[in-house]
């Protein structure tokens, strides 16, 4: 259950880079905001923090349109686009928007692959899409207010927004292993295996299903064929695995389910800590519908998870497993109904449907096993 020791030494590195990074942006908006100050007073420093903000947004604005149109430039198709919780996502050939989140992004831009086969599918410009389109925007900031930095304001303006950007850039283009593996991370290991570029295809193919309303057992049971678990060494190919487990909970094979989960601890799997968290809920779920409640008890109230549960409120996976706990572990029916009542919630806004249709079912089964006890 344990990340591996590559693992966290690279999440250790990848916060050094993020801190120095993020102490090399405040010196920089730091001397921009105060060269700005010393010529006007100190009332544009809340502008100049609210411009620092709106900046950030319009980099993940900026970083989601790269991929989306490196992406269109390789021969990918459009299926969604996410800045914080909000998605834009193609269905029936119209965009709606949706609400989804995940922790650790602040933005996705979800791609079908291109018509070829997975060895021949090109990744690179996608994967760099992103980060170029903030280092492209931020260099001619930089310059233009080098250009005026006789004019403090503006000096200041550009400055901040172009600092953001190469924060931006940095890190997402150098390989870094955060919650989830970032663009430079992917790119690296699609580079170095194989398997991973075949993941990543499975991956988009299996996404695009989904927001055309497929659900995974609908979905080409080849596509879930995934390589030996001892031969997985990145958390790209490690991902293909959740697909598969997720498909078997979507087919209602729990006990298949919990069995892989148990393979996955076994041979110490790389997954992304957000995927090792979800899997984590999974386990928890058969061991409830199982009777097994106090190994759910044990997994679910362990302190990391806990707090990751805490850190998604609004994920359909998340309140069925703690709507599952409250109901078959705590025997506490208020609080299960105030799970219940958020996913309802939920329903309209969920950005693929068929995905919803698989979690109603699964309730159904929490509450065949609450009838039962
Ligand atoms: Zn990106």
């Known amino acids: 259950?344990?990340?591996?020791?590559?693992?966290?030494?690279?999440?250790?590195?990848?916060?050094?880079?993020?801190?120095?990074?993020?102490?090399?942006?405040?010196?920089?908006?730091?001397?921009?905001?105060?060269?700005?100050?010393?010529?006007?007073?100190?009332?544009?420093?809340?502008?100049?923090?609210l411009w620092a903000y709106c900046s950030m947004l319009l980099h993940i604005l900026l970083h989601e349109t790269g991929h989306l149109l490196c992406g269109l430039l390789t021969g990918y198709r459009f299926v969604s686009f996410r800045v914080f919780s909000w998605v834009?996502?193609?269905?029936?050939?119209?965009?709606?928007?949706?609400?989804?989140?995940?922790?650790?992004?602040?933005?996705?831009?979800?791609?079908?692959?291109?018509?070829?086969?997975?060895?021949?599918?090109?990744?690179?410009?996608?994967?760099?899409?992103?980060?170029?389109?903030?280092?492209?925007?931020?260099?001619?900031?930089?310059?233009?207010?080098?250009?005026?930095?006789?004019?403090?304001?503006?000096?200041?303006?550009?400055m901040i927004f172009g600092a953001m950007g190469i924060l931006f850039a940095i890190t997402n283009l150098v390989p870094l292993n955060g919650k989830v593996a970032n663009d430079g991370m992917n790119l690296w290991m699609m580079r170095k295996h194989e398997s991973?570029?075949?993941?990543?295809?499975?991956?988009?193919?299996?996404?695009?299903?989904?927001?055309?309303?497929?659900?995974?057992?609908?979905?080409?049971a080849e596509w879930f064929h995934y390589p030996p678990l001892e031969t997985i060494s990145d958390s790209i190919t490690a991902f293909w695995v959740v697909c598969a487990e997720s498909r078997f909970m979507d087919e209602h094979r729990f006990a298949e389910a919990e069995a892989l989960i148990e393979m996955l601890w076994d041979k110490n799997i790389p997954l992304s800590e957000v995927h090792r968290r979800l899997i984590l809920c999974d386990q928890a779920f058969c061991a409830l519908l199982a009777g097994r409640t106090e190994q759910a008890a044990e997994i679910l109230q362990e302190r990391k998870q806990q707090k990751f549960l805490l850190s998604m409120p609004n994920f359909p996976m998340v309140l069925r497993?703690?709507?599952?706990?409250?109901?078959?572990?705590?025997?506490?029916?208020?609080?299960?109904?105030?799970?219940?009542?958020?996913?309802?919630?939920?329903?309209?806004?969920?950005?693929?449907?068929?995905?919803?249709?698989?979690?109603r079912e699964l309730?159904?089964?929490?509450?065949?096993?609450?009838?039962?006890?």
């Open 88 to 158: 834009w996502i193609k269905k029936d050939g119209r965009i709606r928007c949706r609400r989804h989140s995940l922790p650790g992004t602040a933005g996705q831009c979800l791609m079908g692959p291109p018509d070829l086969p997975p060895d021949k599918m090109p990744y690179v410009l996608y994967h760099l899409g992103g980060g170029l389109a903030n280092l492209l925007i931020s260099v001619p900031a930089i310059v233009l207010a080098v250009l005026f930095r006789e004019i403090p304001f503006v000096f200041a303006l550009l």
């Open 196 to 220: 991973s570029r075949r993941a990543l295809w499975v991956q988009l193919k299996v996404n695009e299903q989904l927001a055309h309303g497929l659900r995974l057992r609908d979905m080409d």
């Open 363 to 373: 309730l159904q089964f929490v509450e065949e096993a609450a009838e039962i006890k």
């Open 321 to 359: 497993t703690q709507y599952a706990f409250a109901l078959l572990a705590e025997n506490d029916s208020e609080r299960a109904q105030k799970f219940r009542e958020k996913l309802d919630l939920l329903r309209d806004k969920a950005p693929n449907q068929g995905d919803w249709e698989s979690e």
């Open 1 to 49: 259950m344990k990340p591996t020791s590559s693992q966290k030494n690279s999440r250790i590195l990848s916060r050094i880079i993020i801190y120095l990074m993020a102490i090399l942006i405040g010196i920089v908006l730091g001397l921009g905001i105060s060269f700005a100050r010393s010529s006007y007073g100190p009332l544009p420093l809340l502008l100049f923090l």
